[in-house]
């Protein structure tokens, strides 16, 4: 490699090559910016506003842009940004990712290509890891774009929408991942264009990208909600179509058919033939006594006739044992070709609730997910993405499959001199522990602040009841309050601070050798009894003309500047001991949280070390550390104490995580490939519905949907040979249902035509419509189009997603030998897909087909959203393509955030905290 090395330059630093004639041009606008007045500057957005829209390019004004962000920044934060802060700038502008080293000041790097995609008014989005982080930086960094002219926003959670929007139509916007991704599904949710609060994905700048792309890519994000209609429907339903008497036509009954006869006699009839179910007559009037109801046609009442039908089919046509059984109490689909149990797969549309009901077993999706999507689909939604970490490189091929993005390494402002020593391995966790402990101590003697950082709570909990015992005072961080947390960390570079953390805990905030002066000025303003609220304000960086609040802004300067004072002694203490030493108790599964660790030592040229301590009983040497491993083991023989470090060893542990991070990719790989199935089926529908909010002119789409309806309609009674049994009277019936007109003249002939019959009823039906929008008026109709578009998408998507997610959950239960499952769930999902569309187009002709009145015009949420959260790492089918069994080596294990909800679904997430769901755990 060396050698190789000196010869060849690396791709990244023949990129960081490539963009230095810009950071010189940069550089040498710098005397005359700096020349201007602050209205001068200001004023530039303007101009360079003006400058795009007369035709200029954002690459011809970066280098100017850029120039006039560093000289506000100077003027307005007094950050001057770094040659190689400006070379990072570029490189996110680029839309690439820019591997940046902690305390490199990725925050600062970040208002260049923001504040340069700005300037086309599209809005660019700033993601960062959590609430704190998103507010703290909008409000510090905002005080730049806000002095340029720029409007700034910020989204969290629990804000209203109307403060979203606000937001949202800022020229930059802060807010996490979370949040971001959720905002997009609720706005697909929305029943009005005015509800939405995102106005497009235009360019997102992703900090810690690795922790929100790869980290978080395999548990997506789910919105979860009840229908409207709950599991009482089905039962009532149930109940009421339990009591009818039926008509089963089979094909030979044919010729004795009556319908004046049946409508009096029966309440019903079943065509097994054309597996259709509907009332009669007498049954619709039953239907109106039994549920007091005027007319039981109205669009109102389309829920009760949905849930009523699907109960007709349940008991008319089918059968237990035969379509499906009833095991364990579940209803189970039975494959009517193989006689297979479908294990996931359940009747869509309502029919198996239905027969959940017939059976009396638990009616399932009480809960239902409303919308889902991952990480990498959402971002991937970007017109341009890029993002910025201190750890990328390990995945660069992730990165670039996945997202296209390219990693370039930006060199650090000042040489590294941080001492990265070989792993030290002993042959179990106490002797490991006991080691840590002393070279804890060693350091802590000196005056060496030392970080400890951990893979788990627990670890760090046992090594913190050690260090009790002998006496250490230390911290202990668990990743829970971000922001006392931050604060904390900022603190671990201090004389002699011991701090064990977790590796979550304080990311993003900087350790700095000597301490934090802001964190001191706090602690002195609480003792001088200001409130927690005030202190707060002083610290904000807001813009205020509240007295209390300047007077306390001033105070708390005041106190920072003197503390800055005191620690510059504190830190020549702390260089002299060493600087900060970084101990690592356990590898991670993946070598960029290693680095991560490391990263936090050595930062901006400062001195440091790091180290690892590995017991051969770790998890990760478990379960990949192989043969090297073992060899080590019979050597270190029988004095457990007796550690061995060795440069072989490293590399050995290097490679069991490489094999670890090469089967997450393809863990996080099938999670895509699930998702890629849902994602085209969810842009298609998305797609529609946005046409719908837009006001869009449905009429053209709704008049095609007649043919095919009426096609699938009539062609369920002709067999696939030529059939002179065909049951007129039901067809003519079901034609009545579907279309609402009768006196169809092909039905009179002696030999009947399939073709005719269609054309007359698509013919009949157009001429009905027109009837209709004469009769209701044109704009109402328009709008009623829209209402029931709405309503039949938004249901029929509802119960697909559904379907969806337990075919995924199904398809790893059934034996497929070497099928590939995501294959099969491709072409199964796609079926329903296809099934769904031709329902929606069913239901939307019947009801519109068939109304009476406009009625009230309104259209209605469909479903209530009950939570809204993060899927847990578990409760994600992962099916790898060769069936290996992947082993969680990592014990973190997130649990949902859930936002409101007091009752448990059955896809809900379990209380109990298993991460499964609540019907696969608890619940079953
Ligand atoms: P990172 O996220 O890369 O670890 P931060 O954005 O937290 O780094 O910045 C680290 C520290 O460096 C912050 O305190 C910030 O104020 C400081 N900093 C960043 N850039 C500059 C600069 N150009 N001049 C002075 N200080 C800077």
Redesign the pocket.
Same mark, same amino acid.
């Given at each position: 490699m060396g050698i190789f090395n000196k010869i060849f330059k690396s791709y990244s630093e023949r990129e960081v090559q490539r963009v230095m004639p810009l950071v010189e041009k940069i550089n040498s606008l710098e005397e005359e910016i700096s020349k201007l007045s602050d209205i001068e500057l200001s004023n530039k957005t303007k101009e360079f506003k003006d400058r795009l829209q007369n035709g200029e390019t954002l690459d011809d004004i970066l280098t100017e842009a850029f120039a006039v962000m560093r000289e506000a920044?100077k003027r307005v934060? =007094?950050?001057?940004?770094?040659d190689v802060?400006l070379i990072g700038g570029i490189i996110l502008h680029q839309g690439r990712i820019a591997e940046?080293?902690?305390?490199? =000041?990725?925050?600062?790097?970040a208002t260049l290509p923001a504040y340069l995609n700005a300037l086309s008014g599209n809005g660019v989005h700033v993601v960062t890891v959590n609430d704190y982080l998103a507010t703290r930086d909008s409000e510090w960094m905002g005080k730049v774009y806000k002095f340029l002219g720029l409007t700034v926003g910020l989204v969290i959670s629990g804000m209203k929408p109307e403060e979203k929007q606000k937001a949202y139509s800022a020229d930059i916007t802060y807010g996490t991942n979370n949040e971001f991704g959720f905002d997009y599904l609720r706005d697909n949710m929305v029943i009005y264009k005015n509800q939405a609060v995102q106005r497009g994905l235009n360019f997102a700048i992703v900090?810690e990208i690795d922790s929100i792309l790869i980290d978080e890519a395999r548990t997506p994000l789910i919105i979860s909600g009840k229908a409207a209609a709950s599991s009482e429907m089905y039962t009532k339903a149930d109940d009421f179509v339990k009591k009818l008497t039926p008509k089963i036509i089979v094909e030979e009954d044919v010729k004795d058919i009556d319908q004046a006869e049946d409508n009096e006699k029966y309440d019903y009839i079943v065509d097994l033939k054309a597996k259709s179910a509907s009332l009669t007559a007498k049954g619709i009037d039953k239907a109106e006594k039994t549920f007091n109801l005027e007319n039981l046609d109205d669009l109102d009442n389309s829920d009760l006739v949905h849930h009523i039908n699907q109960a007709l089919r349940a008991h008319g046509i089918m059968k237990k044992d035969i379509d499906y059984i009833v095991k364990g109490g579940e209803v189970l689909i039975v494959d009517e070709f193989t006689g297979r149990i479908m294990y996931g797969r359940r009747y869509n549309n309502g029919l198996h609730q239905a027969i959940e009901a017939k059976e009396r077993v638990r009616i399932a999706d009480e809960s239902k997910t409303l919308a889902t999507i991952t990480f990498q689909n959402y971002f991937r939604m970007y017109s341009k993405l890029s993002g910025?970490t201190?750890t990328a490189m390990t995945e660069e091929a992730e990165f670039q499959e996945i997202y296209k993005l390219d990693v370039i390494t930006i060199p650090t402002n000042k040489p590294m001199i941080r001492e990265d020593s070989n792993d030290v391995i002993y042959k179990n966790e106490k002797a490991k522990f006991n080691a840590i402990v002393e070279e804890i101590k060693k350091s802590h003697e000196k005056g060496q602040p030392v970080l400890v950082g951990t893979i788990s709570i627990e670890n760090s909990e046992k090594i913190s009841s050690i260090l009790k015992k002998e006496g250490i005072p230390h911290q202990v961080l668990n990743a829970k309050f971000h922001e006392r947390e931050a604060a904390i960390i900022a603190q671990a570079g201090k004389y002699g601070a011991v701090t064990i953390s977790t590796n979550m805990a304080g990311r =993003?905030?900087?350790i700095?050798l000597g301490g934090n002066s802001e964190y001191l000025a706090r602690q002195e303003m609480k003792k001088k009894a200001y409130s927690d609220e005030l202190i707060e304000q002083a610290n904000a960086y807001n813009e205020t003309d509240d007295q209390e609040v300047l007077e306390a802004r001033n105070i708390f300067r005041d106190l920072e500047k003197k503390f800055d004072e005191e620690i510059k002694e504190e830190k020549e203490k702390v260089i002299k001991a060493g600087g900060l030493k970084i101990i690592g108790t356990e590898r991670h599964e993946s070598r960029r949280i290693d680095n991560q660790l490391r990263g936090r030592s050595g930062?901006?040229g400062d001195v440091g070390e790091s180290k690892f301590f590995i017991g051969l009983d770790d998890n990760l040497m478990k379960i990949f550390g192989g043969d090297v491993i073992t060899n080590i083991y019979d050597k270190i023989g029988a004095d457990e104490d007796m550690p061995i470090e060795a440069k072989m060893l490293s590399s050995a542990v290097e490679n069991a995580q490489k094999r670890v991070e090469g089967r997450n990719f393809s863990i996080r790989k099938n999670v895509l490939q699930y998702d890629d199935v849902m994602n085209t089926q969810r842009e298609i529908i998305y797609g529609q519905r946005r046409d719908v909010l837009d006001g869009k002119n449905l009429k053209e789409s709704i008049l095609k949907m007649i043919e095919p309806v009426a096609t699938e309609v009539v062609s369920s009674f002709f067999g696939t040979e030529e059939n002179e049994n065909i049951n007129k009277e039901s067809l003519a019936q079901e034609i009545k249902n579907n279309f609402g007109i009768s006196d169809i003249e092909a039905l009179k002939e002696e030999k009947l035509n399939q073709v005719d019959i269609i054309n007359e009823v698509v013919e009949k039906s157009k001429q009905k419509y027109e009837e209709k929008e004469q009769e209701l008026g044109e704009q109402e109709i328009r709008e009623l189009e829209r209402v029931v578009m709405l309503k039949v998408v938004d249901q029929k998507w509802m119960d697909h997603i559904d379907a969806m997610d337990d075919l995924k959950e199904g398809i790893g239960l059934r034996a497929y030998g070497q099928k590939d499952p995501v294959a099969q769930y491709r072409i199964e999902g796609f079926d329903m897909f296809d099934a769904m569309v031709a329902e929606i187009q069913k239901d939307v002709v019947k009801i519109l087909l068939n109304i009476q009145k406009a009625g009230e015009l309104k259209r209605e949420q469909t479903a209530k959203i009950t939570s809204v959260a993060q899927a847990t790492l578990d409760s994600i089918n992962v099916v790898t393509e060769n069936k290996e069994q992947v082993p969680q080596t990592s014990d973190v294990k997130r649990t949902p955030v859930v936002n409101q909800g007091p009752k448990v679904g059955r896809n809900d997430p379990c209380p109990c905290g298993s991460g499964k769901k609540y019907k696969n755990c608890c619940g079953k």
């Open positions: 920044s934060l =007094g950050m001057r940004h770094f802060q940046m080293k902690t305390g490199e =000041g990725k925050t600062l790097v900090d910025m201190g =993003g905030t900087d700095i930062r901006q």
